[in-house]
């Protein structure tokens, strides 16, 4: 069994108000921290693709994705394959800078392709996007900095390539669920 | 054509089929109230003392006939009373639609008088709720839920109507009730696999739960058992499924389950769970239970397969489906070796030794079964007396027991009986049994039996202490027994006159005879106390976490 891993869920569901609720609710009953939450509308008015992130191993994951599905407003649910995955994320940091440290902010900035989207006497403020990990590097650079505001969006993602198999479940069709424990039994229960 | 808000209530209840509702009226649900009395003669409204005890009759109504239980309270204080019902109803999965009035929609979410967000509160015990923001969504939001509490796993769910909502126009179009989509499909080849699976087993042992009876799967189950000849233990919300005296019945499994059932779990070579979650109650060790068998488990609910016991081969579908396909394939078989393991078990069972001396739990519900007959529906509150029930009574109907399971919930009895005798008419025999502790939680509701001339026959076992809290003390906390001796001094008998229904005290088995006997002539409700040793417990016991290793016979 794979023990405890980052995990990247895409939850298509009702877009319509209360559902972040009932979605988080549930996360919360079965003691699961939520590291990262998008939400948005997708090309379909009538669905919202929420995006967590959260830490946890293969027998808890199948549980909770397996309740998440019971919610009435769920309409599919999938771990992200993290092979397939394309995940963003978008920082914004506003970092305190003065005439004299001002070229080496630059200089980070480039290296990093974060673009500087505003510059005040006694501030700058970066925008960047990309993989989680390469905005956790860029933040390392800013450790003798001043950070003054920072905010991150949290990980948005989709797969690469066309529709796959394990998104093309119908909404709400209970009969064709992976089963979790099919098969051969667990070596747990020696 | 143009109604408001209130009468699309009641034609859509009726629309419905829905033709008795429990509730207590209130300042949100005026317009709800004054629509229900013009349309009396289309639906019958029971008032409770209390909106817990219309929750928990909704409740027993569903558990009485399969049909969705109705609910009506009022705003803040009303709906809040209906929580522990809709819990109640939530853990049994028991069909039930609770609608709330609410605070007109500008007052939403400024404190208004009795304003409660009963949408959020109520949102992890419902398989799904909904506020009422528009009057043009009020018909199919109330269809939806009648839906959804019947579709797949069954459930609560609750539907909060704004006052202003109740008032306002809009077009109304009939229609029909909606099918109701239940999972028909299922995987063959894993029902294959079974049949194979069982055909081969040498030691096979059927464990079903309420799930067979919500799928109304008894018959292909009793057929399951008698042509391969498996023998069958149920969980507390199955009793009946199977009939008392049914030879493949060999008793009730878990904490308070029969030594046999339990042993023939540990030793079964194949283990068929039907409709069941592996409880805590039930596998008390999930590590232990069936240790030595290979297990089947069949849910509706993908979500329950293989959560608290990991199982070797898992079908998602309706039992009724999954059972009536996998019987062509099973072979007729017979099991000697096994049964006569069975046999000798039993013999060595636990089994209650009367005392002249004293009145004991197993022979008043002896006596009940005696003086009732096998078509009686019995309903109990939670704690040591729900335990005997379950035990001692001689189950005979797949809908004639009435317990609260998952929640267990102390007071759940009397609202319970009430609905299940509105919802099967009063020539139906139905009797409670309670203990004195949940019996003093919600015993107002007697006030509705008498309103309705029920003629519910509580028998009430008066330990005079918290008897299962009491018996845990005993046994696991040397007998420090914090809080659970009451020293109440309540007066039944006097107490029945009060709420002007007739009450008996009993001491003695002849006494109780001669008073069961005199409450079945009753047109009324009555109630029968039965005093009985404090010492009294429930056996046998296995321990919370344990396995048949630590079982507890005396």
Redesign the interface.
Known sequence: MESNKRRVISLLVDNQSGVLARVSSLFCRRGFNIESLTVSATNDPAVSRITVTITSDEKALNQLILQTERLEVTRQVFVLDSEKALERELLLLKVASDVRNRTELREIASIYKAKIIDLSPDSMVFELIGKPDKIDAFLKMFEDYHILEQCRTGVTALERGGMHQHMQKPPQEVRNVQLPMSGIRQPERA | MQLNGSQIFVEVLCEQGVDTIFGYPGGAVLNLYDELYKNSDRITHVLTAHEQGASHAADGYARATGRTGVVLATSGPGATNLVTGIATAYMDSVPMVAFTGNVPTPGIGKDSFQEAYI??IT??IT??NFTVRRVEDLADTMRSAFR?AQS??KGPVLVDIPKDVTAAVCEFTPKHPEPIRT?T??DEQ?VKWAADIINAAQRPLVYFGGGVRSAASCQPLRDLLHKAEIPATYTLMAAGVVPYGDPMNIGMVGMHGCYTSNRAVADCDVLIAVGTRFSDRVALNP?TFA?NATIIQID????E???NV?????I??DAAYVLNAMLPQIQPAKHPDWMKMIREWQAQDYHPVSDPTRLMPHQVIGEVCNQCGPEAVYVTDVGQHQMWAAQYLRHAKSRGFITSGGLGTMGFGYGAAIGAQMALGRDQRVVMFTGDGSFHMNLNEACTAVSYELPIITVIFNNAVLGMVRQWQTSFYGKRYSQTDPHRHTDFVKLAEGFGLKGYRCTNLPEFQAAFADALLQKGPTWIECVIDKDEKVLPMIPGGGDINDIIME
């Open positions: 949408e959020g949102m992890p398989k799904h959804i797949g796993r999972v499909t299922f894993q590590r240790k509706i609910d993908p979500s397969l293989g959560k990991a199982v070797d081969l898992s998602v579908g």
